[in-house]
């Protein structure tokens, strides 16, 4: 995220940001390059545990739940 706002992006649409808002906030909100590194340092430890999952929809909502108490973290089968 850090390096699409160093390139002029304008904001992201993450799913981390459901799990952890605060840190998609602080990162927009910081005006230090140290600072923001930090914070990128920390959404990528959340990102790389929803990636070392076998499903990271579960890892999510799994997440959530812990945010959120009656958060439903039972996963439904796809539509089709």
Same mark, same amino acid.
């Not at 840190?23 to 590194?37: H, I, K, M, T, Y």
């Given at each position: 995220?850090? %390096?699409?706002?160093?390139? +002029?992006? =304008? +904001?992201?649409?993450?799913? $981390?940001?459901?799990? =952890? *808002?605060?840190?998609?906030? #602080?990162?927009?909100?910081?005006?230090?390059? #140290?600072?923001? !590194? %930090?914070?990128?340092?920390? $959404? $990528?430890?959340?990102? #790389?545990?929803?990636? !070392? @999952?076998?499903? @990271? $929809? !579960?890892?999510?909502?799994?997440?959530? !739940?812990?945010?959120? *108490? %009656?958060?439903?973290?039972?996963?439904?089968?796809?539509?089709?």
């Amino acid at each position: 995220v850090l %390096d699409a706002f160093r390139l +002029g992006a =304008a +904001g992201c649409v993450s799913a $981390i940001s459901n799990v =952890a *808002p605060e840190l998609l906030l #602080d990162l927009v909100r910081s005006f230090s390059l #140290d600072e923001a !590194a %930090d914070i990128q340092k920390r $959404i $990528i430890e959340v990102r #790389d545990r929803t990636r !070392a @999952a076998s499903s @990271a $929809i !579960a890892v999510l909502k799994r997440e959530l !739940a812990a945010v959120l *108490p %009656d958060y439903p973290v039972h996963l439904r089968a796809p539509l089709s």
